[in-house]
């Protein structure tokens, strides 16, 4: 499974961007996907993830009710959706696919696959 995010840039605080990771190499449906983030100098850390059919969906309390985890089988996207970004959202966005679809879990090491990482900043 290749994976491709992107969506990244420079944002005011207050402000919104969208990310998208792009799959392929495998049925994207039958897979699961979270997003982490790595701040500088930080560990990296769970955002958000999503079952194969989107039902079943868990986020991070630092970004519950801001960010919003979507996925389109149909193009072999997930999307993070961020509103009210924080400076302390700044950080490198990654995308990962785990092989158990039903879960929609937090571990890094449930996650087979990773993508390249997007970086977002955030200026107050």
């Known amino acids: 499974v290749q994976l491709q995010a992107s969506g990244g840039g420079l944002e005011q605080a207050g402000g919104s961007l969208r990310l998208s990771c792009a799959a392929s190499g495998r049925t994207f449906s039958s897979l699961a996907v979270g997003w982490f983030r790595q701040a500088p100098g930080k560990e990296r850390e769970f955002v958000a993830a999503?079952?194969?059919?989107?039902?079943?969906?868990y986020y991070a309390d630092s970004v519950k009710g801001r960010f919003t985890i979507s996925r389109d089988n149909a193009k072999n996207t997930v999307y993070l959706q961020m509103h009210s970004l924080k400076p302390e959202d700044t950080a490198v966005y990654y995308c990962a696919a785990d092989v158990f679809g039903y879960r929609r879990t937090s571990k890094e090491s449930d996650y087979a696959y990773w993508g390249q990482g997007t970086l977002v900043t955030v200026s107050s």
């Open positions: 999503i079952n194969w059919s989107g039902v079943n969906i």
